[in-house]
């Protein structure tokens, strides 16, 4: 079964300072991967997915992520932290089994400090 | 392209009351996914439509839970009788089709039962 898991349900990063999301999976067949952004009282924003193409994935808002099956990760960077980037990132799977439905993680609320 | 609309925004009901969710999902898309989010936790998914048809709702709680998605486009999701563990935000997301992978999320209801 799949299953995600997010280490840290809080990160704090200084503006300016690297951001480091992490995301570990857990998929019978090779996956797809998602990074969502929530912002408070909305909805899910796609950040950026991985579909079997390109390791290194590339998404708005200068956030990237790396797909790596040896160690089942997927974790989500940003070079320069802004104080817009605070909000709740989600990490998702899902598998080419029919459904293609998502497994989400329980999210890293990210707070950026001045 | 307008986005995913949901409506109410925010429900306050006592328990044992009934509430019904509305969801217009983005003009063409064939896929709807009602997702439930407790507070600190990610989406969960309730049930999956492909146009009229139910895909997947093997977390739907079918004894208080009913959800229906007519002629293939607008959907309701109801809840009868509410429990105060239902307190949640419910998001609607759709996409083009289950091969499309990318879902897009409405704002959600924000449930308050007391």
């Known amino acids: 079964a799949q299953s995600v898991t997010q280490l840290g349900s809080h990160v704090s990063v200084s503006e300016g300072a690297l951001v480091l999301l992490r995301c570990n999976y857990s998929s019978s067949v090779p996956p797809y991967l998602f990074w969502y952004v929530q912002y408070p009282n909305q909805g899910l924003q796609l950040l950026l997915k991985y579909t079997s193409a390109a390791t290194l994935v590339k998404g708005i808002n200068g956030f990237e992520a790396e797909f790596k099956k040896s160690e089942t990760s997927f974790h989500l960077t940003k070079p320069s932290a802004h104080m817009s980037d605070a909000a709740e990132y989600f990490c998702a799977v899902s598998e080419d089994s029919g459904t293609y439905k998502y497994i989400f993680g329980t999210g890293t609320r990210l707070k950026v400090l001045a | 392209e307008a986005g995913v609309a949901q409506s109410p925004r925010y429900k306050i009901i006592e328990k044992r009351q009934s509430v019904a969710f509305w969801c217009n999902p983005i003009s063409g898309h064939a896929t709807l996914y009602w997702y439930q989010q407790i507070l600190g936790q990610g989406p969960k998914l309730l049930i999956q439509f492909q146009n009229n048809g139910v895909v997947d709702d093997s977390q739907l709680p079918k004894d208080r839970f009913s959800a229906e998605r007519l002629k293939g486009v607008d959907s309701t999701l109801k809840i009868q009788p509410a429990k105060l563990e239902d307190s949640a935000v419910y998001l609607c997301?759709?996409?083009?089709?289950?091969?499309?992978?990318?879902?897009?999320f409405g704002p959600g209801t924000r449930l308050t039962v007391t």
């Open positions: 997301a759709s996409s083009v089709g289950t091969l499309t992978y990318e879902q897009y």
